[in-house]
């Protein structure tokens, strides 16, 4: 081999003797060998070598630095050596090279060396290289392998000449192998990129193959199902591939068109036999498999007139139906279709919530101890106007004495006096001025109030049948309106996002709660409407058991620090996206949307959450530890034992997917974590079936929930004092500047003392068809106004 290092100034005469060029090769050897370990056998890659050829490296060559290799002649000593990139024009060897070629061995810096071209036998560009890995592997059917040497080629060297072909050929024939396969999908993509980009090639053969491949993928779409794919593929085609004649569009769309035409004669036979249930099924489904069919719109309408039927997505079906409910979603939704409530929330003012009275109107002396009601039965419907004085005040009575089974604490300890001025008055005298004396007396309205059954309905609706998944809720006498819904359907969806695919097809007209990214990416459909609800919902982990060491603040303090509850929120529930109002909590109380939010009153913005600070967390359970086995010492008793914790949810994804990353969180801190799934319908666990439990709460109205949250009767069960004091002295507010302060205080004391472990705040959301009418844009309650929905004509 015959080249030299130009470090010396020295030159060396081309004719060397045997000797000093073994002399030469060997210093060459110790300086430029390489050991290059592969994955598998270890084998070992020079970078020179005196004779022979370089061991084919495989897939690892995409590992090595780019490079080209020279081989020598055999005459002037053979062998070969590894360079960087040569310095040549359009990258080839010269028609007719004289003199020498300088280069540089990969592995040797700082170092040049140089070459007669005489003394060259040959030398392989990287590039080529590339190309005959990409090339052989393409015709060995290897396409896996042949991929990585091709993007390569794609990135570098996009002007390649031979480049166009070999992505062509490779798109083609790994199409054809994919569909070999019964992978339809991925070689209909594979050809579909090959027509984007070498329209030319092949193109007859190309759209038949299209073609066919379409028509198996369709089949295959339909046979599963997946109808609406189906569909969004069919469309598609058309647009893209419009005046091409592609045989697979003109196929399907009679296919869907003949199964729309089915649909819609059992449409007309239910409807003749007046199933209008059925009837509005089968006529959703035929305009939903073919929209233009021919009188498909007008049959729908024309069942909706007949039959307004209305159906809704929920994650929850309810088992329980209480319109006043503050940790069970389900149980408030479905409650309010069945039952009034005396004083029902409307929204959020700024001064707390806005109540309407279902009886008349209310007043307020200015001094806030005197609380009027005046009933107005004659513009009342029935049988609300069944209704009179002496029966509300008694039931009013009812609730300050403590045998009675509707006593409640808050409102016994505000009540003076109750009186009456005639059947159409009541008032209420305070022992204390009262910021909201309304939101102490929701009080839901059954039938007994009108000499019926107890516990019977008194909205507009009734709960028919249940089957399975699917609630029908019938409208009990005669409807208000003539589009009045006379059912509404609650149908419980597998997820969120079943429910999203549930709406878009038509099989749902509503869905009562969103996943917050599924309502971020359904806000930008146009046949959709999706709105927030005005207030948001609290989630919390609130202990439930006996269990010794979460009794220990110390300990729940911990599990606070072991929670990543940013990670959580942002990642597994926002899903990275921004969602405003979204946000992780310090205490049991909304914090509102936006700064300065009235919403937030008893929000402490200046008490910051809780870092995840997983170390501290470690050391705090160990601080717990030893406290107990000091006080278990200096008892003479066992020390008690950290059994696992078992965290209950609802059953819906949402919380699913949080307590899933809660469990992984604490299992890292060493703790042994079981989950148990409520039974459907329920949202908090029976005693002794766990420990602590993920609830979803509607904290709307601090002033009053926060005792229903942390009081010895509410969730928490908690027995603190500093929780008591803290409620004892927030119900004796005189005003809404002593509500607040109260209220901020018992924000610390919670952060402090921990009777709830706060997560974060939700902000909730609906959505609809726009078929549909008379939902509103600002209701706390998704049937709140039910009675006026109305499918558009």
């Not at 100034?9 to 003797?17: A, D, G, K, Q």
């Not at 000091?630 to 699913?656: M, V």
């Not at 927030?730 to 205080?745: F, V, Y």
Request: hydrophobic fraction near 40%; include cysteine.
């Amino acid at each position: 081999m015959q080249f030299q290092s130009l470090m010396n100034s020295n030159v060396l005469h081309s004719r060397r003797t045997r000797c000093f060029q073994r002399i030469v090769q060997n210093y060459l050897l110790i300086l430029v060998l390489l050991v290059v370990g592969t994955s598998s056998a270890h084998a070992q890659l020079l970078n020179y070598a005196d004779s022979g050829r370089p061991e084919a490296p495989g897939l690892e060559l995409l590992q090595e630095e780019p490079h080209d290799l020279i081989y020598f002649t055999g005459k002037s000593g053979g062998g070969w050596v590894k360079t960087r990139l040569l310095d040549l024009p359009r990258r080839e060897i010269p028609a007719a090279p004289s003199g020498s070629l300088k280069f540089s061995i990969v592995g040797v810096e700082q170092q040049e060396f140089v070459a007669k071209w005489t003394d060259i036998e040959n030398i392989d560009f990287w590039e080529k290289r590339l190309e005959r890995e990409t090339a052989e592997r393409i015709k060995a059917g290897d396409f896996v392998g042949a991929y990585p040497f091709l993007s390569v080629l794609i990135r570098d060297y996009p002007a390649r000449p031979g480049l166009r072909k070999l992505r062509t050929e490779f798109l083609w024939r790994d199409a054809g192998r994919r569909a070999k396969s019964r992978e339809f999908g991925a070689s209909l993509a594979m050809l579909e990129e090959l027509r984007r980009y070498a329209p030319e090639y092949e193109t007859k053969t190309v759209l038949t193959a299209i073609g066919a491949l379409t028509d198996k993928l369709m089949e295959q779409l339909v046979n599963d199902g997946k109808l609406e794919l189906g569909q969004q593929l069919l469309a598609r085609l058309e647009k893209e591939y419009s005046g091409l004649s592609l045989s697979s569009i003109t196929k399907w769309n009679a296919r869907f068109l003949s199964m729309a035409e089915d649909k819609r004669g059992q449409a007309l036979a239910a409807l003749e036999a007046k199933n209008f249930r059925d009837a509005r099924k089968f006529s959703r489904e035929s305009i939903f498999l073919k929209p233009e069919i021919e009188g498909g719109t007008e049959l729908v309408r024309k069942i909706d007139q007949i039959y307004p039927l209305v159906n809704v997505g929920v994650l929850q079906t309810a088992t329980v139906l209480d319109p006043t409910r503050l940790d069970n979603w389900a149980a408030r939704r479905a409650g309010r279709l069945l039952y009034r409530v005396l004083f029902e929330m409307q929204g959020a003012g700024p001064e707390g919530g806005e109540y309407e009275f279902i009886f008349g109107d209310t007043e307020q002396s200015p001094d806030r101890q005197r609380f009027s009601m005046f009933l107005e039965p004659e513009r009342l419907p029935e049988p609300l106007n069944q209704v009179d004085g002496f029966y509300l005040a008694d039931v009013l009575a009812d609730r300050v004495k403590a045998q009675s089974p509707t006593y409640f604490s808050p409102w016994a300890a505000a009540i003076q006096a109750i009186g009456l001025d005639g059947p159409k008055r009541i008032d209420c005298i305070l022992r204390r001025p009262n910021v909201l004396p309304s939101a102490l007396i929701q009080v839901t309205v059954d039938g007994s109030w009108f000499g019926g059954e107890p516990g019977s309905p008194t909205g507009d609706y009734r709960r028919d049948v249940v089957e399975g998944d699917v609630v029908r809720y019938v409208l009990k006498g005669e409807p208000r309106t003539e589009l009045q819904p006379r059912e509404i359907v609650e149908i419980r969806t597998e997820s969120a996002a079943d429910g999203v695919s549930k709406l878009l097809q038509g099989e749902v007209d509503v869905l009562d709660q969103l996943f917050p990214a599924d309502a971020v990416r359904l806000s930008r459909n146009r046949k959709v409407r999706v709105v927030n609800y005005p207030l948001p919902s609290v989630h919390m982990l609130v202990p439930c058991s006996e269990h010794e060491y979460l009794a220990d603040k110390t300990f729940r303090r911990a599990l606070v620090y072991g929670t990543n509850r940013e990670d959580i929120l942002n990642g597994e529930l926002l899903e990275s996206l921004e969602v405003p109002g979204c946000r992780v909590l310090s205490g049991p109380f909304p914090a509102g949307l936006e700064d300065n939010d009235p919403l937030g009153y008893a929000y402490d913005q200046s008490i910051a959450p809780r870092n995840y600070e997983p170390r501290l967390a470690k050391l705090l359970m160990t601080m717990t530890m030893k406290q107990m086995e000091s006080e278990a010492s200096r008892k003479k008793e066992k020390p008690p034992e950290l059994k696992p914790i078992r965290l209950a949810y609802p059953p819906e994804n949402l919380s699913r997917i949080a307590c899933e990353a809660i469990r992984s969180q604490w299992q890292l801190l060493g703790l042994e974590i079981e989950l148990v799934e409520l039974p459907i319908g329920r949202a908090f666990p029976d005693p002794g079936t766990a420990d602590i439990a993920y609830v979803s709460a509607a904290v709307w109205e601090p002033i009053i929930d926060a005792r229903r949250v942390l009081g010895p009767e509410g969730m928490a069960g908690s027995t603190d004092q500093l929780v008591g004091l803290g409620l004892r002295r927030l119900e004796e507010s005189k005003n809404w500047r002593d509500a607040r302060d109260r209220l901020l205080d018992l924000h610390a004391i919670a952060h402090h003392e921990l009777p709830v472990l706060p997560l974060w705040q939700l902000v909730d959301s609906y959505a609809y068809s726009r078929e549909l009418l008379g939902v509103g844009s600002d209701i706390v309650s998704l049937y709140q106004n039910a009675e006026k929905w109305r499918l558009s004509k």
